[in-house]
């Protein structure tokens, strides 16, 4: 059977379920960017030398929401972006690209970066696209769904999982926000990436996740990315 790009294959081998999301990828890869940021750390005046200033570098993800005549404006955490210093993008091409950010909201967690289009090379600009995007008022619990960021820096990485749970109450830092829960596998530099429905539409941003610490009460805490 011919299939559209936004089909996937489930097929069964030694009573193990494969699902092929490959054309949902390919389709969707251009659309999602690395996003690498520095910080500046202020390490305190404490004893006889005194203190200082250091630079750290974080990783996080975003995804191509839109654009016009002037900037290419990308969808990300609020976290991936706070107290930067320094952004870069890099795109689909391996090319990285100076970015600001251009608006946020604390609450939501959510960021909007932009860059300046003057300065991105004509073969950049041909290999991105302008993500889609889908409802996630529709989702059920149970759907599949695919996210895919630049898991702990190494570049883009793709996991899939099903819905687990809908408007979740999550406590992050001093809010409350009802979020979408999912098993696929989200680390660092994950968040701002793209969460996708089977059409490849994206329904939402993936941004924290329940981890284990032997300490806890929670030490097996497995596959609760939200």
Same mark, same amino acid.
């Given at each position: 059977?011919?299939?559209?790009?936004?089909?996937?294959?489930?097929?069964?081998?030694?009573?193990?379920?494969?699902?092929?999301?490959?054309?949902?990828?390919?389709?969707?890869?251009?659309?999602?960017? #690395?996003?690498?940021?520095?910080?500046?750390?202020?390490?305190?005046?404490?004893?006889?030398?005194?203190?200082?200033?250091?630079?750290?570098?974080?990783?996080?993800?975003?995804?191509?929401?839109?654009?016009?005549?002037?900037?290419?404006?990308?969808?990300?955490?609020?976290?991936?972006?706070?107290?930067?210093?320094?952004?870069?993008?890099?795109?689909?091409?391996?090319?990285?690209?100076?970015?600001?950010?251009?608006?946020?909201?604390?609450?939501?967690?959510?960021?909007?970066?932009?860059?300046?289009?003057?300065?991105?090379?004509?073969?950049?600009?041909?290999?991105?696209?302008? #993500?889609?995007?889908?409802?996630?008022?529709?989702?059920?619990?149970?759907?599949?769904?695919? #996210?895919?960021?630049? #898991?702990?820096?190494?570049?883009?990485?793709?996991?899939?999982?099903?819905?687990?749970?809908?408007?979740?109450?999550?406590?992050?830092?001093?809010?409350?926000?009802?979020?979408?829960?999912?098993?696929?596998?989200?680390?660092?530099?994950?968040?701002?990436?793209?969460?996708?429905?089977?059409?490849?539409?994206?329904?939402?941003?993936?941004?924290?996740?329940?981890?284990?610490?032997?300490?806890?009460?929670?030490?097996?805490?497995?596959?609760?990315?939200?």
């Amino acid at each position: 059977i011919k299939l559209k790009h936004t089909d996937s294959i489930t097929t069964k081998s030694e009573g193990v379920y494969i699902t092929d999301v490959s054309d949902i990828v390919d389709e969707v890869m251009p659309s999602i960017v #690395a996003i690498t940021s520095k910080t500046i750390i202020s390490s305190g005046n404490f004893g006889p030398f005194g203190g200082g200033n250091y630079t750290t570098e974080g990783a996080g993800s975003g995804v191509i929401i839109a654009e016009d005549d002037d900037e290419i404006y990308i969808l990300t955490n609020y976290h991936v972006v706070e107290n930067t210093t320094e952004l870069s993008v890099k795109f689909i091409d391996d090319e990285s690209y100076d970015a600001k950010i251009k608006g946020v909201s604390e609450r939501k967690d959510i960021a909007v970066v932009s860059l300046d289009r003057s300065k991105i090379k004509t073969t950049t600009l041909n290999s991105i696209k302008i #993500a889609t995007i889908g409802n996630s008022d529709e989702l059920k619990v149970g759907n599949g769904i695919i #996210a895919i960021g630049n #898991a702990l820096g190494y570049g883009q990485s793709v996991t899939t999982g099903v819905v687990s749970a809908l408007n979740r109450e999550v406590s992050t830092d001093d809010y409350v926000q009802e979020m979408i829960q999912i098993d696929a596998a989200i680390n660092g530099g994950n968040s701002g990436g793209a969460l996708l429905n089977s059409k490849g539409e994206v329904v939402g941003i993936n941004t924290l996740k329940y981890s284990s610490n032997s300490s806890s009460s929670q030490a097996s805490v497995e596959g609760m990315g939200f």
